[in-house]
């Protein structure tokens, strides 16, 4: 995430994500999934805009951006909401602040906007208000709040992570890798793809952490034949338009092309910027959804 001050005003861009690799180990007691996925942060951002108040509430107003996206709930649900009440139960205060979000990352996506919001949330409110909460603390409200908020809270640019998305471990990226993503009009829900999950939809026996234990990214070849994600079966079953949309990606000269993870939206990897535009330039033409060319980064 970019974090910057203007006046006494915070400004973050919280950047999405893109599971490379999306591999299911099992189904926990507790409901969730055992996982284990290398994430990369991609700079397609949503802005937000954070300031303190004399106030003990948080004051929040969503924009769309394109404006005839869909409409954020700005209640206590939300994930920012949450974050900010989170974050002042643990320091055990009461605070206010309006907060203005900017929302460009589709949602029910599978490209963790919601997470990337929370996780600016906990850093912005932590320095705004000065509350003086380390890191480690935070990652534990981060673990609360979400299965991706970890990811963000590190900002870098690729991490493998495990458990149930919450334990992170940076990864080097020997590159900048470039990126064409499309959102279908219709999104998924995390719940629903996670709970129509079987086990025979999982990929044999691989090994992430082997994969992204050194460097990923050596050569595009070598990065092509280690991705996956064990919940693009599920979410084709469940949504026709992922699978259109998989079919559609996978007639283009992309390196690989698959689903981020829980969909609904999908990417084909490029080999340099100029390609991804070129590619994004026609899919837009055949109207499959938004598309976004876009790099890693944070
Ligand atoms: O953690 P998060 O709020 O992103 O998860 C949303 C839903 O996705 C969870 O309620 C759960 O049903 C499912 N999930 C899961 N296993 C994971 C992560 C998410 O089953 N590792």
Redesign the pocket.
């Known amino acids: 995430m970019l974090l910057t001050r203007q006046g006494p005003s915070l400004v973050v861009h919280t950047p999405a994500k893109l599971n490379l690799i999306l591999h ?1 180990l099992g ?2 007691q507790d ?5 284990e996925t290398l994430m990369v942060s991609i700079r397609l951002y949503d802005t937000i805009h954070f300031e303190s108040t004399e106030s003990s509430e948080i004051e929040l107003i969503c924009r769309s951006l394109p404006p005839a996206g869909e409409m954020l709930s700005t209640g206590p649900e939300n994930l920012i909401q949450r974050a900010a009440a989170i974050l002042l139960k643990a320091a055990q205060l009461s605070r206010g602040a309006r907060v203005m979000l900017w929302k460009r990352i589709p949602m029910e996506a599978g490209l963790g906007g ?2 990337s919001d929370a996780a600016a949330t906990l850093i912005a409110l932590n320095q705004l208000w000065n509350l003086k909460l380390g890191l480690p603390r935070l990652h534990e409200l981060a673990a609360e ?5 970890n990811f963000f809270l590190n900002s870098v640019p690729a991490s493998v992570c495990a ?4 334990r992170t471990k940076p990864v080097m990226l020997t590159r900048p890798l470039h990126f064409v993503v499309v959102k279908p009009p219709t999104g998924l ?7 129509e ?1 079987k086990p025979a939809d999982s990929s044999p026996v691989t090994d992430v952490q082997a994969w992204t234990s050194r460097r990923f990214a050596r050569s595009l070849d070598e990065t092509r034949r280690a991705l996956f994600n064990d919940l693009e079966i599920p979410a084709r079953r469940l949504n026709p338009e992922v699978d259109r949309l998989l079919q559609i990606l996978s007639r283009q000269e992309f390196v690989w092309s698959g689903m981020t993870g ?1 969909g609904s939206a999908c990417f084909g990897l490029c080999r340099t910027a100029r390609q991804a535009r070129g590619i994004a330039g026609r899919l837009r033409l055949l109207r499959v959804g938004q598309v976004f060319s876009v790099s890693t980064g944070v």
């Open positions: 299911i189904r926990r409901g969730f999934h055992d996982l919601g997470s709040l979400g299965s991706d908020v458990g149930r998305g919450e829900s995390t719940g629903h793809v996670f709970r999950w829980s």
